[in-house]
């Protein structure tokens, strides 16, 4: 293995948020599919359970020693994919993952940011920093035009190519697809992952009214945590609303679980960006509520109208979208296939560049 490459991947990894590990999950099959002898070491939250998960070698994200010592003996760091360069979460986001590629950049290593969702960045000295750092970089790959927009309004001059989220490409395993079919039954089901967000109240009024109006058409109501630690209790708080007519998938989910579910469904409603990502590769038709403009940006690249900012949510609009998704749910399908085929083209433009950095 003296001659393999050496990768390093930074993210958001190893805290159990489905969304973020299907996009190391995805970065990691098409880097294998792709390259030969390779081999890869990612920065996590929880070293042993990715190393487990994903068969890499892994550094504890904290270990600041670790990580140098992982770094100077790689030939190339990703900086991604996922929402690492915002401020909206955090005042710390910015400065630690830019922190991890100011190392690689000392140490003269390859940095590509891969399929990076950029903001919203508030502060002047974040935009300040991302800036300088991101123009000394080898590539930057974002998942969707807005982030190239204010990567450019920032100054970043570096070239910006539009990718998309690692994600799109992803595919169940059949046997968990038709386990979580034959769990289901015959019975229409419809898939609501909601997060914890400011005014969880009015959100959760909301669905209610929209969802006994779902209930009332025939459908049974399945809530998802996708970040099984933070969604879980809003998601039974959504539940005792409704009562028989709802179940919450109470575990943490895997990966291809979280999948099979979504492309059983006949509609979902979505908080969680990645819980649009998958109903788009499964071909799911959705309803986005954005709580984030990553939301609203990705439903607009993918020409699904379908999306109500949380900020100003009722019941009544949300009733008329679910109205208007139910009678037109096969044309959804047929839109959300050509959607994906333009889509998933652009998946592997990362790797393609990384194979050829390392040839």
């Known amino acids: ?49 990715t190393k487990a998960l994903y068969d890499v070698e892994t550094v504890n994200r904290w270990d600041i020693k670790a990580i140098i010592k992982a770094i100077k003996a790689c030939d190339l760091l990703i900086s991604g994919g996922g929402s690492l360069l915002q401020d909206i979460t955090s005042q710390k986001t910015v400065p630690y993952y830019l922190g991890i590629v100011k190392i690689a950049l000392w140490h003269k290593k390859r940095v590509v940011f891969y399929s990076q969702g950029i903001g919203p960045i508030n502060h002047k000295w974040n935009k300040w920093f991302i800036k300088k750092v991101a123009n000394q970089v080898d590539q930057i790959f974002v998942r969707e035009y807005h982030s190239k927009k204010v990567l450019e309004a920032i100054g970043v001059k570096k070239p910006i190519i539009v990718a998309a989220d690692p994600v799109l490409g992803i595919k169940p395993s059949e046997h968990v697809y038709k386990y979580v079919k034959d769990l289901l039954g015959v019975e229409k089901a419809v898939g609501v992952y909601i997060r914890p967000w400011q005014d969880e109240s009015a959100i959760i009024d909301c669905l209610e009214k ?98 109500i900012d949380v900020a100003h949510i009722n019941p009544d609009k949300l009733i008329h979208m679910i109205q208007k998704l139910i009678s037109s749910q096969s044309e959804q399908r047929k839109h959300l296939k050509v959607m994906h085929e333009i889509q998933v083209k652009k998946v592997n433009l990362p790797v393609e560049y990384i194979k050829g950095q390392l040839l």
């Not at 539940?239 to 943490?252: F, G, N, P, Q, T």
């Not at 895997?254 to 788009?280: C, K, N, P, Q």
């Not at 990553?294 to 439903?299: G, P, S």
């Open 1 to 49: 293995m003296g001659n393999s490459n050496k990768i390093v991947i930074s993210g958001y990894y190893g805290f159990d948020n489905i969304g973020d590990e299907a996009v190391l999950s995805a970065i990691l099959s098409l880097l294998r599919a792709s390259i030969k002898d390779t081999d890869i070491t990612v920065l996590s939250n929880n070293p042993e359970k």
């Open 210 to 307: 929209a969802l006994q109006y779902v209930i009332q058409e025939g459908y049974k109501v399945y809530l998802i945590p996708m970040h099984y630690a933070q969604d879980r209790e809003v998601a039974h708080k959504l539940r005792a609303r409704l009562k028989e007519h709802a179940i919450v998938i109470d575990k943490m989910l895997t990966i291809d679980e979280v999948v099979s579910y979504t492309a059983s469904f006949e509609f979902i409603i979505g908080m969680r960006l990645h819980s649009l990502i998958m109903a788009a590769a499964m071909q799911t038709p959705m309803i986005g509520l954005a709580y984030d403009p990553k939301v609203t940006d990705f439903m607009k690249d993918m020409q699904v109208p379908y999306c």
